[in-house]
């Protein structure tokens, strides 16, 4: 093979038309993304982006949203129980699946209804 996968550049989300609020204080007060200025020629696009190391995630504007109900981000937390308490404290509701072997973990929703997984590895 002459080609080789370097890592994910970023995770899109939908939301709906207006979301950048609820967006901004979900992802940068809550979970403590930093916001970046998304490129000029999207701007006019609605939506904001956030980072976390060298990742991002997108939060588009989708004119007929439907929130991922399935489809899903995961996140790796150091701390987990820690950031779930943080979570709860800011009023996010956390939810158990079934567990896997060597991983704590749980999911939340977005304020737009999109599942997202937070784990840590044991």
Same mark, same amino acid.
């Given at each position: 093979m002459k080609f080789e996968y370097m890592g994910i550049d970023h995770i899109q989300l939908a939301a709906p038309k207006g979301c950048e609020e609820e967006?901004?204080? #979900?992802?940068? +007060? @809550?979970? $403590? *993304?930093?916001?970046?200025? /998304? =490129?000029e020629s999207l701007q006019g696009r609605g939506g904001c982006w956030f980072q976390y190391g060298n990742q991002q995630i997108h939060i588009g504007v989708e004119e007929d949203f439907l929130p991922a109900k399935k489809a899903h981000p995961a996140?790796? @937390?150091?701390?987990? %129980?820690?950031?779930?308490?943080? *979570? %709860? $404290?800011?009023?996010? /509701?956390?939810? +158990?699946?079934? =567990?896997?072997? $060597?991983?704590?973990?749980?999911?939340?929703?977005?304020? #737009?209804g999109n599942r997202v997984e937070f784990l840590e590895y044991k």
């Open positions: 967006a901004r204080k #979900f992802w940068g +007060e @809550i979970v $403590g *993304l930093t916001e970046v200025q /998304k =490129p996140f790796v @937390i150091g701390n987990i %129980e820690d950031f779930r308490l943080h *979570l %709860e $404290g800011n009023g996010i /509701k956390t939810k +158990e699946d079934a =567990p896997i072997d $060597g991983r704590a973990r749980f999911f939340v929703n977005d304020p #737009f």
